[in-house]
């Protein structure tokens, strides 16, 4: 989409769509008369049709004198933070879907009241930029959305050229969760644990330096003990990667922060196998690896002054005659024996040894995502993670920044008293518990072993990384690229 801003005034553009937002409370009608009266009498008798009155999410087409037609668009009375912004995400994905109604190409939105900011601008371009976001890989026909072309007025030039610094550093962003969705989107047969490390070599190739990549083979993973990652991957005809990013900081730094992300490209259940409603989505169990590629794909151009990792165990999660069997024992790179009696709780077992690694880089804090547990949804519903933390002020800033960012998620306790239930009798833990009961709860008290006390936080995205169905105007059925945003706005303050 190309979308740009500048000094201008709505009335005095054409395009086939012209963007009025307006507040609750405000009078539409005196409105027309001052600035469209040609309008007015006919916008008279709709606005009383459809009972408009600008309630946030309410709009009216008033179909075009000349070549235009105007869309107004009710944005509430809330006029600043989170409330605010995510009116002006949604709204922008209403505009996405009225166009394609419209069959409009051309859109131009009236940005001229000073409740407007650089933050308004890029609300409304993530919604306008997810909203437009379509996965035809697969289909011999790409339709693109039809809304094509967007342009924002500003009051004057000085406002005009922030906007246009908010929609470039937007528009980045809004790539990266776009691509981490294409990442998710993509059927498990072409999402290869291969096919997740060439994504990853790609964002290095395209990074001007900025980003590395090292790839761990199965005999690589091997030499370096990680008996848990590699017991999940031995049911697997493709061939497990591991693999690490990492951005060395353009600006001097003593910070180092670990991301982890769940790399499980398909997750049968291996010989715990799933029913098969529940295996019907499993292509999302690699979300967590999408959120830490995806995020690296926007380092060169943010360069964030903090040196970042991105580390992600990828394997599928297959029953074979060479799978991991319940009861069976494996050894974790740290030291650490796990008996497994669920092959279906795989994601703590490759994150164990993942987490491992993530400690011997020393690092200032490390965060995980991970499509972890089938408890986070019955505990928060789809659209929230859960977030477990040793740390108070990484899980304070985290909290925030998905705050920020529009994007759900909520504190789970670490409760001490729980660890006996992942102890085993014959083993030093165990991969289940044996109750059905806060079962986000123990999986994150298993992680918390391998994080060695560091700073850490565990974000159980299992929810909100995959739509079943539409959650908002702007994010569709499917990947949703969770996570992107929280961590760019988590990094600057970190
Ligand atoms: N990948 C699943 C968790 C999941 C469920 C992700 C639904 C997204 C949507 C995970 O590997 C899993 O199967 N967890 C089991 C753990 C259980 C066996 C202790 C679960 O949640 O049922
Ligand atoms: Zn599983
Ligand atoms: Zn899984």
């Not at 069959?103 to 890029?122: G, H, L, N, W, Y």
């Not at 761990?216 to 497990?240: D, I, S």
């Not at 030291?335 to 009696?341: D, K, Q, R, S």
């Not at 709780?345 to 200032?364: F, H, M």
Request: aromatic share 6%; charged share 25%.
């Amino acid at each position: 989409m190309d979308i740009s801003a500048r000094k201008s005034l709505l009335w005095e553009e054409t395009a086939d769509i012209l963007v009025l937002p307006f507040f609750e409370g405000g009078n539409l009608i005196h409105l027309l008369e001052r600035e469209a009266p040609s309008l007015a009498p006919r916008a008279k008798e709709m606005i009383k049709a459809h009972e408009f009155t600008g309630k946030k999410g309410q709009n009216l087409v008033l179909p075009g004198a000349g070549i235009s037609n105007l869309l107004v668009l009710g944005l509430g009375s809330e006029k600043r933070g989170p409330v605010f912004a995510e009116v002006l995400r949604e709204s922008a994905g209403q505009l996405v879907q009225i166009a394609e109604r419209l069959m409009a190409k051309s859109a131009v939105i009236d940005f001229r009241d000073r409740v407007f900011t650089p933050e308004s601008v890029q609300a409304f371009v993530t919604g306008l930029e997810l909203g437009a976001y379509r996965f035809h890989d697969f289909k011999k026909e790409k339709k693109e959305a039809k809304l094509q072309e967007v342009m924002i007025t500003a009051q004057d030039g000085l406002i005009a050229r922030s906007f246009t610094k908010a929609l470039e550093r937007t528009r980045v962003i809004n790539e990266a969760v776009n691509l981490a969705r294409t990442l998710v989107n993509t059927p498990a047969k072409d999402m290869t644990p291969e096919h997740l490390a060439k994504a990853a070599l790609e964002i290095a190739k395209s990074s001007e330096g900025k980003v590395k990549v090292k790839v761990l083979n199965r005999e690589a993973c091997a030499k370096k003990n990680m008996g848990a990652f590699l017991a999940v991957a031995q049911g697997a005809e493709h061939e497990p990667k591991f693999i690490h990013l990492s951005y060395i900081s353009p600006r001097p730094t003593k910070k180092t922060l670990v991301l982890v992300g769940k790399g499980v490209t398909f997750d049968s259940g291996g010989l715990s196998l799933k029913p098969a409603d529940a295996m019907m989505s499993m292509k999302c169990d690699m979300a967590g690896a999408a959120t830490v590629i995806g995020f690296f794909s926007l380092l060169n151009s943010l360069q964030p002054r903090v040196n970042i990792h991105g580390l992600v165990a990828a394997t599928e999660n297959m029953p074979s005659g060479k799978a991991i069997r319940p009861g069976d024992i494996v050894k974790v790179s740290n030291g650490a024996t796990v008996e497994i009696l669920n092959t279906d709780a795989e994601g703590r077992l490759t994150l164990a040894d993942a987490l491992t690694y993530a400690v011997k880089l020393e690092p200032t804090a490390i965060i995980d995502f991970a499509t972890l547990t089938g408890a986070v949804i019955v505990a928060l519903g789809e659209e929230i993670s859960g977030l477990m933390t040793n740390n108070k002020a990484l899980g304070k800033n985290l909290l925030e920044s998905a705050k920020d960012a529009g994007e759900k998620l909520w504190e789970l306790p670490l409760e001490p008293h729980y660890r006996d239930l992942i102890l085993s009798d014959v083993a030093d833990y165990k991969n289940i518990t044996g109750t059905r009961y806060g079962g986000s709860l123990t999986a994150g008290l298993f992680l918390q072993e391998f994080v060695a006390d560091l700073p850490w936080a565990h974000l159980d995205i299992a929810g909100p990384a995959y739509a079943e169905k539409p959650i908002t105007s702007y994010l569709a059925k499917g990947g949703t690229g969770y996570g992107i945003r929280t961590l760019v706005e988590f990094i600057e303050k970190f």
